[in-house]
């Protein structure tokens, strides 16, 4: 396989976010839950106008995977108020971390873990922690692999369901 590359997304790249967030999203979660509330979250979460605030907001970044000019994954993250959580002082959130089904396996991810882990030891945070779905065993078997602990759990509301977060997290000395 050539090599992945990792490349900060863009404002003007705003078209190809929404496409590879709702893509990689539906693959990862559609078999497991309802048609209707995949699409009332796809239809909230990847509007334009949400993802152009984001684009803007310095303490967000996203960078995409590109496997030489295709987009095959992405990865989000957060610090300071940005967070999805704010009771997290000195830490970096990882919101999303989203490869493509026909990519599985094939280090895309762990190359998206190693920048989002790049990015917190820039900023000298004192850990990077991430919320994975309880019935997503894959995800949370890598984020074991990499040395995350499990240390609460919180709410993810997807369409009329609440679902249940692992919340994990990595230390960063």
Known sequence: ????????????????????????????FSSNNSAKNIAAYLSSEFLIEKLSIQLSDQDC????ALLEDNIIGYLKT???HSQT????????????????????GKNVGQLLLAK?????????????????????????????KNGFIAFDKHSFI?????Q?????????N
């Open 78 to 80: 957060n610090v300071g």
């Open 116 to 144: 989002a882990i790049e990015i917190s030891k820039k900023k000298e945070v004192d850990y990077v922690w991430l919320g994975v779905w309880e019935k997503n065993p894959r995800a949370i078997r890598f984020y074991e």
């Open 61 to 64: 970044t996203f960078y995409f």
């Open 164 to 172: 249940v977060d692992i919340l994990m997290k990595l230390e960063i």
């Open 85 to 104: 959580e704010t009771n997290h002082e000195n830490s970096l959130e990882i919101e999303r971390i989203y490869v493509l089904k026909e990519f599985y």
């Open 158 to 162: 997807l369409g009329d369901e609440e």
């Open 1 to 28: 396989m050539k090599k992945i590359t990792l490349e900060k997304v863009s404002l003007t790249e705003i078209s190809q976010l929404q496409l590879i967030g709702k893509q990689t999203f539906a693959e990862a």
